[in-house]
């Protein structure tokens, strides 16, 4: 089964840029993996940001963005928020099925 | 407005077979392209996808979850049922139903049922 990998924990000072990482054990990420995000805060339900690796939702703030980088999808926050600060989830498609990273904490400090 | 709200036992035994039914408002599962799927939390823990079912009825599981799911579908009543065999404490976690728009995958979400799994 396909194992998708993110960092553990980043930290980025508000105002700043910070980009978040998606991995797949099964190689290079690309489209056909249609990377979304979501966004988690303590004590709520995850709310999607991105699909198909850059297409925001209608609530998505601008800030938000998603690519293909490296091999990897990627989520860049630009001009980072305190109320940013959150667990992020990629999640990828794969031979039929979905799988979800581990997860990146993003602490804005 | 879609809105998804999952109902379920909030604590079962070891062994037992979980049943979890999701209600949904907003959208149709008959209509082409549309999905709902269901997706686990443990306390602490990773988002974890267990299952899909589409508007045409094709059934998607996780692979390490499959023997032990089925997922299925009430048009009429927009729900969508997920069961789960064989409950173990590991089990224990926040289970969600998502919206599944084409090719947005779980773009809105209920608000989860916590479900406990401890004799």
């Known amino acids: 089964q396909t194992v998708v990998t993110q960092e553990p924990s980043l930290t980025v000072s508000p105002g700043g840029t910070v980009t978040l990482t998606c991995a797949s054990s099964t190689g290079a990420v690309t489209s056909s993996y249609y990377p979304s995000w979501f966004q988690q805060k303590p004590g709520q339900a995850p709310r999607a940001l991105i699909y198909?690796?850059?297409n925001k939702h209608s609530w998505t703030p601008a800030r938000f963005s998603g690519s293909l980088l490296g091999g990897k999808a990627a989520l860049t926050l630009s001009g980072v928020q305190p109320e940013d600060e959150a667990e992020f989830y990629c999640?990828?498609?794969?031979?039929?099925?979905?799988?979800f990273g581990g997860g990146t904490k993003l602490t804005v400090l | 407005q879609i809105t998804l709200k999952e109902s379920g036992p909030t604590l079962v035994k070891p062994t037992q077979t979980l049943t979890l039914t999701c209600t949904f408002s907003?959208?149709?599962?008959?209509?082409?392209?549309?999905?709902v799927g269901w997706i686990r939390q443990p306390p602490g823990k990773a988002l974890e996808w267990l299952s899909l079912i589409y508007w045409d009825d094709d059934k998607r599981y996780s692979p390490s979850l499959k023997t032990r799911l089925t997922i299925t579908k009430d048009t009429s009543k927009n729900q969508v049922v997920l069961t789960m065999t064989n409950m173990d404490p590991v089990d224990t976690a926040t289970y969600y139903c998502a919206h599944q728009g084409g090719v947005k995958p779980f773009d809105i979400w209920g608000q989860g049922t916590v479900v406990t799994v401890s004799s």
């Open positions: 198909s690796t850059s």
């Open positions: 907003g959208f149709s599962l008959s209509t082409p392209a549309v999905g």
């Open positions: 999640l990828l498609y794969s031979d039929g099925t979905w799988v």
